[in-house]
């Protein structure tokens, strides 16, 4: 008796702010859950379902805030992975941890209209080299995915996905993180610029590296795949968007962009340079 009055003091009650991403997953009944890693910012709980995305990020205000991620209003207390986990009804049981979901976020926030003048002069600085180089820098596949996103040929895009999906050391391979940059550039900016055939586009690939996903690539990752799917993306990749659009500066939001991650951030503003290229190729084909 005296273990258990101990351990029910010794728990952390915490609120948070959750994305619409994993709304379906937090407002479900309640679920077991694995811990997938575990960091002093944050950890990766994997709930134990058919529905997807299946990976849930709880984290603090110092971590990347992830599509797919939950917002602590406090400190995380110390997890481990293997500590048992459960997810339900609104409330996210981890370790010492009792978070209950207070606020939803969205992200997948509209862009607006742009103006394509504007992503021609983005696609420019895009183009640049940095410091921060992508981690499948010079993959055949990259080049080929870039000259079928810019022709909107839905075979030579599929194809060269397909060979990306997976593709890379990591919780979020690099062939992933191009592949969902590319995602959410095509359906914002496809939108905002009314470039019709690059929504389509994204549609088809969309549903092309979310078939099997879990089968292809690491469990974070496959759910990072559905998000940018639909459009969903970390608030460092709308920036750029935004940028793109001519809502804010370009420059210092890809910085910080490809400071994410060891090369992810690099990857992903890779992707959104493929884009953002096709966006403006296929902006007059409906």
């Excluded at 599929?158 to 919780?171: N, R």
């Amino acid at each position: 008796m005296t273990v258990s009055t101990h351990a029910r003091r010794a728990r952390v009650q915490l609120t948070g702010a959750a994305s619409a991403a994993v709304r379906p997953l937090l407002e479900s009944p309640r679920r077991p859950a694995r811990v997938l890693a575990a960091f002093p910012a944050g950890v990766y709980l994997e709930v134990r379902t058919d529905l997807e995305p299946s990976v849930i990020a709880v984290i603090t205000g110092e971590a990347t805030r992830l599509p797919n991620s939950v917002l602590l209003a406090g400190p995380l207390p110390h997890v481990t992975v293997g500590d048992e986990a459960a997810v339900g009804d609104r409330v996210i049981d981890l370790g010492p941890l009792s978070m209950r979901v207070r606020r939803w976020w969205d992200p997948a926030p509209p862009l607006g209209p742009a103006d394509p003048a504007s992503l021609a002069g983005a696609a420019s600085i895009l183009a640049r080299p940095a410091d921060q180089r992508p981690g499948l820098d010079g993959n055949g596949a990259i080049a080929s995915l870039a000259a079928a996103c810019a022709q909107g040929w839905l075979l030579g895009v599929v194809t060269a996905a397909e060979q990306l999906i997976g593709l890379g050391p990591g919780l979020t391979p690099s062939g992933d993180d191009v592949l969902a940059g590319l995602l959410v550039t095509l359906r914002h900016l496809g939108r905002a610029t009314g470039a019709d055939r690059a929504v389509w586009l994204a549609d088809w690939l969309g549903a092309t590296v979310t078939f099997d996903a879990r089968t292809r690539t690491t469990p974070l990752s496959a759910t990072l795949l559905h998000c940018a799917a639909r459009g969903e993306a970390s608030p460092e990749v709308l920036a750029v968007l935004r940028g793109v659009a001519g809502g804010q500066a370009l420059d210092p939001a890809l910085r910080r962009l490809r400071r994410l991650g060891h090369t992810s951030g690099a990857d992903l503003a890779q992707g959104v340079a493929i884009g953002v290229h096709a966006v403006l190729a296929l902006g007059g084909q409906r």
